[in-house]
């Protein structure tokens, strides 16, 4: 995947496969695949995915403290998994893998 494809579709598409992800796995990946290396994009991502759930589109499973520094020392993590919603929506947006 290239970072052609708007980096919320690249989310959706990320969590096609049904698994639970935590935030901090989706935000690397998206780095990675658009080289986005800064903390500010980073946070950008984070905010992607905050947005995609508010919307319905993710569900928020689980949440925990960042106590490793893993993605933000003392930040909370959360643990997220696609709705039916999001893969209508992800439909909509023709999608590979629906």
């Known amino acids: 995947m290239t970072g052609n494809r ?4 690249r989310i959706l598409e990320l969590f096609l496969d049904g698994k639970a992800y935590w935030n901090y796995e989706i ?14 994009e980073r946070d ?3 905010f992607d995915i905050i947005e995609l759930a ?14 490793e520094g893993i993605y933000k020392k ?6 997220y998994v696609i709705t039916d ?11 590979k893998g629906l």
Request: hydrophobic letters at 35%; charged letters at 30%.
């Open 74 to 79: 003392g930040f909370l993590l959360h643990r």
């Open 44 to 46: 950008s991502i984070n």
């Open 6 to 9: 708007p980096v919320k579709f």
């Open 85 to 95: 919603f999001g893969r209508v929506r992800g439909s909509d947006a023709c999608l």
């Open 27 to 40: 935000v690397s990946k998206i780095q990675e695949e658009y080289d986005m290396k800064s903390s500010y």
């Open 54 to 67: 508010s919307g319905g589109m993710l569900k928020d499973l689980e949440q925990k403290v960042d106590e």
